[in-house]
């Protein structure tokens, strides 16, 4: 998401979509896109459970949407909330990407009542907000031409 976000600002000329050959709906890797606010939220409801019940010991959760959505679908996305296509290039696959991999996240319901409510196109559109306000990221541009 970041890649695509500075491609949108003209930091990058271009996003690289590493593989088109994967045995996926587009041909893209599909991922297990999560909105940050939702992320925060799973969060916070892990801290929740852990300091009403002392009791608990350690305990993976994956705090996911439980739903792929691949690299494509993603740039059509930003594509969509920034009103101009996101210019990118087939790139080739890299060593050791998989086609498929996104959470499952009965657990986090479950254990923490938690669960993502947020959408790739919210995702999208918040991600170009930020990102459209702060090109830089977190620094300013002095600070980005101190580095250079």
Request: charge should be negative; include cysteine.
């Amino acid at each position: 998401m970041p890649f695509i976000a500075q491609v949108c600002v003209g930091r990058r000329e271009k996003l690289s979509v590493f593989g088109d050959d994967y045995d996926t709906p587009d041909g893209t890797g599909v991922r297990d896109y999560i909105h940050v606010v939702d992320l925060a939220k799973g969060h916070v409801a892990a801290l929740e459970k852990l300091y009403s019940n002392n009791k608990l010991g350690c305990e993976a959760v994956n705090l996911g949407t439980g739903t792929g959505v691949s690299v494509l679908e993603l740039v059509e996305g930003m594509a969509k909330a920034t009103g101009k296509p996101v210019p990118y290039v087939m790139a080739p696959r890299r060593p050791g990407d998989v086609a498929t991999v996104y959470a499952d996240p009965k657990n986090a319901e479950d254990m923490l009542g938690w669960k993502a409510s947020l959408g790739v196109k919210e995702m999208c559109e918040d991600t170009w907000r930020w990102q459209s306000l702060n090109p830089f990221g977190y620094n300013t541009e002095e600070e980005k031409v101190l580095e250079q």
